[in-house]
T-cell receptor, first 115, second 114 residues
Framework: AQKVTQAQTEISVVEKEDVTLDCVYE???????LFWYKQPPSGELVFLIR??????QNEISGRYSWNFQKSTSSFNFTITASQVVDSAVYFC????????????FGTGTRLQVFP | EADIYQTPRYLVIGTGKKITLECSQT?????MYWYQQDPGMELHLIHY???????EKGDLSSESTVSRIRTEHFPLTLESARPSHTSQYLC?????????????FGPGTRLLVL
């Protein structure tokens, strides 16, 4: 079975704090893709990152970083020095390599950053 | 990276009305998708298409129908709207590249059926 779990339903932080959003996945596939999307209050889903399962290198993009650990089936997302504009719902998603257009979403984590 | 448009952005309509939610993309992507998003945030795939004249039902059963007559256009229709159809509807498109496949989403349509 394929499943994505985002155990944190809601997180509140004060601006400039670092925050980590957890994502744990389940799959029997040996190759797969992992994604993070951001959904601001305006409603659109904004693509942030795609990671292939055979690439375990962590990635940094500005204040965003992603920690992929196959051993624990986790793909966590950290925002450094959070800002009010980071307030959004963040979704982690998984797609099997044999059906790369099938996205399995987690239930999302709502992040509120207060000034 | 992807230009996907959805209209209307917001729609309030009475029970029993027929509605069509529009989705267009200018990227020439073959694959397109419709998701329904609960107020509780979960996303559910309701329809997808691999190209012109291809339509498939997704994981969540839906009373809506879709069509794909042109590559860039993937409208969703509800013949008779009901309050249970109140939701946000998100359209997406994707293309397969060597590095993998990514779905890009439109801004969504928030539908309220009274």
């Amino acid at each position: 079975a394929q499943k994505v779990t985002q155990a944190q339903t809601e997180i509140s932080v004060v601006e400039k704090e670092d925050v980590t959003l957890d994502c744990v996945y389940e799959t029997r596939d040996t190759t797969y893709y992992l994604f993070w999307y951001k959904q601001p209050p305006s409603g659109e889903l904004v693509f942030l990152i795609r990671r292939n399962s055979f690439d375990e290198q962590n990635e940094i993009s500005g204040r965003y970083s992603w920690n992929f650990q196959k051993s624990t089936s986790s793909f966590n997302f950290t925002i450094t020095a959070s800002q009010v504009v980071d307030s959004a719902v963040y979704f982690c998603a998984l797609s099997p390599s044999y059906n790369t257009d099938k996205l399995i979403f987690g239930t999302g984590t709502r992040l509120q950053v207060f000034p | 990276e992807a230009d996907i448009y959805q209209t209307p952005r917001y729609l309030v309509i009475g029970t029993g009305k027929k509605i069509t939610l529009e989705c267009s993309q200018t990227m020439g992507h073959d694959k397109m998708y419709w998701y329904q998003q609960d107020p509780g945030m979960e996303l559910h795939l309701i329809h997808y298409s691999y190209g012109v004249n291809s339509t498939e039902k997704g994981d969540l059963s839906s009373e809506s129908t879709v069509s794909r007559i042109r590559t860039e256009h993937f409208p969703l229709t509800l013949e008779s709207a009901r309050p249970s159809h109140t939701s946000q509807y998100l359209c997406a498109s994707s293309v397969q590249r060597l590095a993998g496949e990514t779905q890009y989403f439109g801004p969504g349509t928030r539908l309220l059926v009274l």
